[in-house]
C-alpha cells in the first residue's frame, strides 16, 4: 500500500516537473504527463476496446442494449437526484425521483425507460457538477488510460459516485463483476458517437478531447447557460 | 401609348417584386433559416438513395450544396485563428479558410451519414429584432430514443442576410476547439504549418 502511494506520488512529482518544462496551458499542467497517458491509452483502445465495442454493436441486438443502457442510466438517474438536492435544485431533484421511481417499478428494475417515453427528462448531475456548482474548480485535467478525460474535481466525485454506488453492495461477487463490466461497456458503447466524431475532426486528438471535455464540463455545471465571464476562462 | 405606358408598368411591378422577394429572402429571420436550411439537409438525407447508400461523394455533394451558403467560412477561420489571424497573409488566409471549410464539411458529412431519423426542435430565439449577433438554438431529438443533443448557431447578420459563424454541440463550440490546435499547430511550424496540416488531414 504505501509503496503504491509512493509510487503514484513520485510520478506526480515527474508529471509536475515535465509539466514546469514545457510551459503548459493553465488548465492542463501536467499536459506532458497526461501526452503520455494518451499514448498508452490510444494503441489499448485502438486494438482491444473498440474492436470489442464494435463486435457489442454487432452481435448482441439493439434492444438489449438499449435495456442494459437504461439499467445503468436509471442508476445514474438516482445519484442525479442526490445531486439535484446538493446543489439545492429541488424541482429537478423531483424530476429524477419521478424517473427512478416510475422505471425502477413500471419499468422491471430500470430496464426500460418508461419516464423519458412521458417526457420527463434526464436530469444528468453527477459530483464533479455539484462541486462545480459549490464553487470548485476543475482543478488540473487528467488524462487516464482507458478510463478516457477527467480533471482532479471530477475524478474526486468519480470516487465519491463508484464509492457509493448501490451495485457496490451486491453480495454475490460474479453477478456484481457482470453489472460493474456490463456498466463499464455501456460507458464506452454510448461514448462511440463522439469517439468517431473526434476521428474525423480533430488534428491533434489528445488537445479536441481535452478542450471538448472542458468546455463540455463547464457546460454542465451551469446547466446550459454558461455567463459569458466565465467562458473566457477555459 | 397606353400600351407602353402599361407594359412598363408591368416591368415596374415585376422588378418590385423581384426586389422585395430578394430582399425578403436576405432577411430571413435567422432562426427560420436554420429551422428550413436543417429541415432540407435532413430530408436529403432520409430520402436521396445515393445518401443512404453512404456514398461520401454525393453526401460531401449535399452537405456543402445546402449548408456552406449559410455559413460564413471565414469569420469562422478568423475567429479559430485568433490573433494570429492578422499576422497571415492575405493568400494564407484564403488557404486556411479554404482547407477549414473542407475540414468542417468532412466532418458534418461524416455524422450526417449515421443520423437521418432525427427531428429538429427550435428553442426560443431571446433576440431583439434589430440584433446583428444572435444565437439560434436547437435541439435534435433522436427517434430510437437517447438524450436530445442541443445544437446552438452563433449567427452574424451580414449584407448576404444571416450568417452562422460558430456551431456549439452540447456545450462545446467548434471554434473554440479548434482555437487550441490551431494555436497549437502555429507554435510548432508557423502558419504554413498548420496549412500543411490541415491539407494532410482532408488529403
Redesign the interface.
Known sequence: MTRAVRTIALLVAAGALAGCAASPTRDDPFEPFNRAMYAVHEPIDEHVVRPFIDAYTKFVP?PVR?VISNFNNNIDDLFSAINDGLQGKPDKMGNDLGRVLINSGLGLGGMI?IA?QIGVE?G?EDFGQTFGVWGFGQGPYIFIPVFGPTTVRDGSGWIVRLYWGPVGYIPDVPFRNTLYGLGAIDLRYQAQ?AV??VD?????RY??I???YL??R???VYD?S?PPDKKEE? | MVAMYLSNLRRMVFFAAALVATVAFAQEAPDAMVKRVSQEVLDVARTDAKVQAGDQARIHEVVDGKLSPYFDFTHMTALAMGRNWPTATPDQQKQLTAEFKSLLIRTYSGALSKYRDEKIELRPLAANPSATDVTVKTLVVKSGGGAPVPIDYSMAKTPDGWKAYDVIVGGVSLVTNYRDEFSQQIKDGGIDGLIKTLKAKNG
Open positions: 439493439s438499449q425507460d423519458s434526464r444528468g458517437d468517431s466524431f474525423q475532426a480533430a488534428l491533434d488537445a479536441f481535452r478542450r471538448a468546455q463540455r463547464l457546460y454542465q446550459g454558461v477555459q
